[in-house]
């Protein structure tokens, strides 16, 4: 079946810091990526997404290119900020197929300092 | 409403007990999924809603979990006999069709004591 791996945490950073975070995927077909985040106290926030190979999402500084010939979606920003301090979880869906249903990886959690 | 709202924000309960957990989704969203996360894990789908009919129930672990949305807006996950394995944090989304991008409530902490 489809699954999301990405690496396990805790990450921490200072400020300013360049941010990756690796998110592969198994699936059949072509399903769309997302980067989801989970600020301290608040609910999963659609952070980026993108729906074919070779896109590039993009929101809040942070970017992820859809790669289907490595089935990855890693998370970048070039310089994180403490406000980044957060969950952030990688998901696949497959939106051209009823119910989309969404597969997450674990999460993996940020802790940016100043 | 503004957005996914869930109630209660928590809920203690003991075993064996029953529980109800509500979600009232965006107005206006056809589709309507119940997601439970436990803890360090990501969140794991449970079922889903199209209108009022359950399209997909396939991820429930077993028949102490039910859900309903007779009216096609609000949704009601039930659990019963519940177990300590049952705590987690029960999320709902909704979106406006399965084409579109989910919307979270901030969810329901379940602890089974």
């Known amino acids: 079946g489809d699954s999301v791996t990405q690496m396990e945490g805790p990450v921490t950073l200072s400020e300013e810091a360049f941010l990756t975070i690796n998110c592969t995927y198994t699936?059949?077909?072509?399903?769309?990526l997302f980067w989801y985040v989970q600020y301290p106290g608040e609910g999963l926030q659609l952070l980026l997404k993108?729906?074919?190979?070779?896109d590039k999402g993009s929101n809040k500084g942070f970017e992820a290119t859809y790669r289907k010939e490595t089935t990855s979606f890693h998370l970048e920003k070039g310089s994180v900020q403490v406000s980044d301090s957060a969950v952030y979880f990688c998901?696949?869906?497959?939106?051209?197929?009823?119910?989309?249903?969404?597969?997450f990886g674990k999460g993996t959690t940020l802790s940016v300092s100043s | 409403g503004a957005g996914v709202s869930q109630t209660p924000s928590n809920k203690v309960t003991e075993k064996g007990k029953y529980v109800e957990l509500r979600c009232d989704p965006i107005?206006?969203?056809?589709?309507l999924y119940w997601y439970r996360q436990s803890l360090g894990q990501g969140p794991e789908f449970l079922i889903y809603?199209?209108?009022?009919?359950?399209?997909?129930d396939s991820g429930l672990p077993n028949d102490r979990f039910f859900a309903v949305r007779p009216e096609g807006s609000v949704s009601t996950l039930k659990i019963q006999r519940t177990e300590r394995g049952d705590s987690a944090v029960y999320l709902c989304?909704?979106?406006?069709?399965?084409?579109?991008?989910?919307?979270f409530g901030q969810g329901t902490r379940l602890t089974v004591v």
């Open positions: 989304a909704s979106s406006l069709d399965t084409n579109t991008e989910a919307f």
């Open positions: 699936a059949t077909g072509y399903p769309s």
């Open positions: 993108a729906t074919k190979a070779d």
């Open positions: 998901a696949l869906g497959h939106y051209n197929q009823a119910g989309t249903a969404l597969i």
């Open positions: 107005s206006g969203h056809t589709a």
């Open positions: 809603f199209q209108g009022t009919g359950a399209a997909d």
